[in-house]
């Protein structure tokens, strides 16, 4: 099945500095790529998502860009603040089954 | 109010003692699908159903059975649960297909001494 590689596994940054949370796959049939934000305790919830069609998308200060060719793409978050704090996931699907990276547990500091 | 509502919410069992997890939806979706989540695996797909009667194996699928008789319902069953099944389990709906929002109910924490 669909092969979802996530790095890093944990980021820290400072309040106000940008992260970036890059994911890569391995099924070229790939063609919806959300991203789901994790808060502690909590389930997680979608936060952008991306198609194939599609190279960029922002909304507000997260965005996610795609590279069909080099089947990879990228989560960018610009003046993070501590509310940002949590796990992110990347995930990949062909329309059946929906695969998930690892995660990136991602800690911002005041 | 549109949800994903699971049950139980925490669970304590025995080896080979079978049991349900309860899954149901109330916004209509055709897609239902069930993950679990243990540190440093991320969430792993046990089953996914595209529509009524429409059950597919994910990435982990021993050790689980499905059904998918109703849209709304769609229980995980653990005929002879094992200790490396103590897992936390998602529950996760979405409209059509796995390629639009996911909802996720809140989770089922099992533990199988």
């Known amino acids: 099945g669909e092969n979802v590689e996530q790095h890093p596994s944990t980021l820290s940054v400072q309040e106000g500095d940008s992260a970036v949370i890059k994911c890569t796959y391995s099924?070229?049939?790939?063609?919806?790529f959300p991203w789901y934000k994790q808060e502690l305790g909590k389930r997680p919830q979608l936060i952008i998502d991306?198609?194939?069609?599609?190279g960029e998308k922002k909304d507000q200060r997260i965005a996610v860009t795609l590279n069909k060719t080099a089947k990879h793409f990228s989560l960018h978050i610009t003046e993070t603040q501590p509310e940002d704090s949590a796990v992110y996931f990347c995930?990949?699907?062909?329309?059946?089954?929906?695969?998930f990276g690892k995660g990136t547990s991602l800690l911002v500091t005041p | 109010e549109a949800q994903v509502t699971q049950n139980p919410r925490y669970l304590i069992t025995v080896t080979g003692k079978k049991l349900t997890v309860t899954c149901s939806q109330n916004?209509?979706?055709?897609?239902m699908s069930w993950y679990r989540q243990d540190p440093g695996l991320g969430l792993r797909q046990i089953y996914y159903?595209?529509?009524?009667?429409?059950?597919d194996k994910g990435d982990v699928p021993e050790g689980y059975k499905v059904s998918r008789k109703e849209k709304r319902n769609f229980p995980l069953i653990l005929e002879s649960p094992s200790p490396n099944q103590t897992s936390l389990y998602f529950c996760?709906?979405?409209?059509?297909?796995?390629?639009?929002?996911?909802?996720f109910g809140e989770g089922s924490r099992l533990t199988v001494l």
């Open positions: 916004m209509n979706h055709e897609y």
């Open positions: 991306i198609r194939s069609n599609v």
């Open positions: 995930a990949a699907s062909t329309g059946y089954a929906l695969n």
């Open positions: 099924d070229s049939a790939s063609n919806y």
């Open positions: 996760a709906s979405s409209l059509k297909a796995a390629t639009g929002e996911l909802f």
């Open positions: 159903s595209m529509n009524v009667e429409v059950t």
